[in-house]
């Protein structure tokens, strides 16, 4: 039994509805024959060489990313270029691309960032900005761990439940601090902060966090960071989809999650390691 490529898109679209993305995303069908049969689905984080790669080596008729591979206006897709290469490598593969990008984000219970609270152990999860009051649908999650921790335990079980990366995982905060109502975002949400202070949340783990903002909120009240590699945060919905795809066509599709780490950084050295960090010197 196989599907179109027009089916798989459509049960995509009907679990992270593309009115949900921001109005500067790039999501849905990049490339591919919506008549064309699909058989295998890759499903990855990062439309990059190495992910084409597995697709291409699996057969599979369309490679489902979370990042888009176009964010900004194209004029041409020449094989000289890298971009315009993954292109043309898919297409002669007989192989689509589809991204659900902020859509996936916002959707509920099988977005990112559900994802992320479940593999974390959270427990009557919420959004941090709902797209309307009461909705499941919205940025963000907050929650509650089954047993109270410390942020420093709390640090050492994320980096065991997220994929292994080079920068590992980090903290702002006293390590003794009790630790319970747990607040996320998938991929870069340092913005949600006040969202998290408001919902009374004892530490937000997200990524990209930067040095100013992380010093100036050691400064307030409100909850610990905790700073996780991007792609460590959005992998746990990689799975996710592969079940929904082929729970929700009916097995006429092999969907398959990406096992290729896309995190960029490829080395780390000199950090304090397991130590709590105090004066430089």
């Known amino acids: 039994m196989t599907a179109t490529l027009g089916e798989v898109v459509a049960a995509l679209e009907a679990r992270y509805d593309p009115a949900l993305a921001e109005g500067w995303d790039a999501v849905g069908l990049v490339c591919g024959d919506p008549a064309e049969p699909v058989d295998r689905v890759l499903v990855a984080v990062d439309p990059v060489a190495a992910v084409v790669d597995e697709a291409i080596e699996l057969g599979a008729g369309l490679l489902v990313s979370h990042h888009p591979l176009f964010l900004t206006a194209v004029h041409g897709v020449p094989a000289d270029d890298p971009k315009g290469r993954l292109v043309h490598r898919l297409v002669r593969a007989g192989c689509g691309l589809f991204v659900a990008h902020t859509n996936a984000d916002r959707a509920a219970d099988v977005g990112v960032n559900d994802a992320l ?165």
């Not at 009051?133 to 709390?154: H, I, K, M, Q």
């Not at 292994?164 to 870069?188: E, H, I, K, L, Q």
């Not at 082929?246 to 000199?270: I, N």
């Open 117 to 281: 609270a479940a593999v974390l152990g959270l427990t009557g999860t919420r959004p941090l900005q709902p797209v309307a009051p009461g909705s499941r649908e919205g940025l963000g999650r907050v929650g509650e761990l089954a047993e109270p921790t410390t942020l420093a335990a709390f640090t050492a079980h994320a980096a065991a439940v997220l994929p292994a990366t080079a920068g590992g995982v980090r903290a702002a905060g006293d390590p003794d601090r009790p630790v319970r109502t747990v607040a996320v975002c998938g991929g870069s949400g340092g913005s949600l902060l006040p969202d998290a202070v408001a919902a009374g949340a004892d530490v937000l783990l997200t990524s990209d966090l930067r040095h100013h903002p992380v010093s100036e909120a050691r400064e307030m009240p409100g909850p610990a960071l905790c700073d996780v590699a991007h792609f460590a945060t959005e992998w746990p919905w990689v799975p996710v989809v592969a079940d929904v795809l082929t729970t929700d066509l009916t097995g006429k599709v092999e969907a398959v999650a990406s096992r290729r780490r896309t995190d960029p950084w490829t080395v780390h050295s000199g950090g304090e390691g397991d130590r709590t960090a105090g004066a430089a010197g």
